[in-house]
């Protein structure tokens, strides 16, 4: 019920179902109130001819919730970043909206003049834990509510090399051109590349090739 077919013409037989109402999830009107509707279609052409086909359409539920996020992402290895505002939009609710948190991560967030941060102690690492589920309430003096479920995603950020190790760090005497040792670092990126330089007193007497420290 409440189906309407339109633009049938020519030998092409093509056409749109579309409902004469939008439907609503939460309120369907067809007999069984499953949001499972049932329309036939009947076709004719200008000879008398007709044929007729029984459609099924469901109605799906969709985030109609009039809270809004304005950022899902922030970055990583920023103490107390902002993720996003936060807004509602829809005229029933007063401007005096009150917003609460929830959920598996809901104590690493605060909401802070209507903004989604971190908490001023805590820092994200992207390499340790990169999605954050929280859930959102916002309610007014005049009891409205609404909350949604957001998956917040961390952003990926160049790390620092942590550290420098070398295989050994003793070479026998008169030998030109002798290797130390070989260079390794320490970095969370893997698919980082490294290149090394060369300080201090003695630096002038040695060189890297190839991450291998030797002398010149």
């Known amino acids: 019920g409440g189906c309407v077919v339109v633009g049938v013409n020519g030998f092409e037989e093509t056409g ?4 004469n109402t939008a439907p609503y999830y939460e309120n369907p009107v067809e007999s069984d109130q499953n949001n499972i509707y ?3 279609v009947t076709v004719s052409d200008s000879n008398g001819g007709t044929t007729s086909q029984t459609y099924v359409v ?9 809270l809004r996020l304005s950022s899902t992402s922030f970055a990583e290895n920023a103490t107390g970043t902002v993720v996003g505002g936060l ?11 009150t917003y609460t948190l929830s959920g598996v991560d809901a104590a690493s967030f605060e909401v802070i003049n209507d903004q989604l941060k971190l908490k001023s102690s805590v820092s994200a690492d992207f390499e340790t834990k990169n999605t954050y589920s929280i859930t959102i309430t916002a ?3 005049s009891n409205h509510e609404t909350s949604v479920t957001y998956s917040l995603q961390v952003a ?13 760090n003793s070479i026998d005497e008169n030998t030109t051109g002798m290797a130390v040792g070989i260079l390794t ?4 990126d893997p698919g980082d590349s490294h290149t090394y330089s060369l300080s201090g007193n003695d630096a002038a007497s040695f060189e890297v090739v190839n991450g291998e420290l030797k002398l010149k």
Do not use: E, M, R
Not at 156 to 168: M, Q
Not at 185 to 188: A, R
């Open 156 to 168: 990926d950020a160049n790390d620092n090399p942590t550290a420098i190790s070398l295989s050994a």
């Open 58 to 66: 469901t109605v799906n539920d969709v985030d109609d919730s009039p």
């Open 185 to 188: 670092t320490s970095d969370v």
């Open 38 to 40: 049932s329309v036939q």
């Open 139 to 141: 309610t007014d003096d």
């Open 87 to 97: 807004s509602i939009d829809d005229s029933d609710f007063t401007a005096n909206v």
């Open 16 to 19: 749109v179902l579309s409902f």
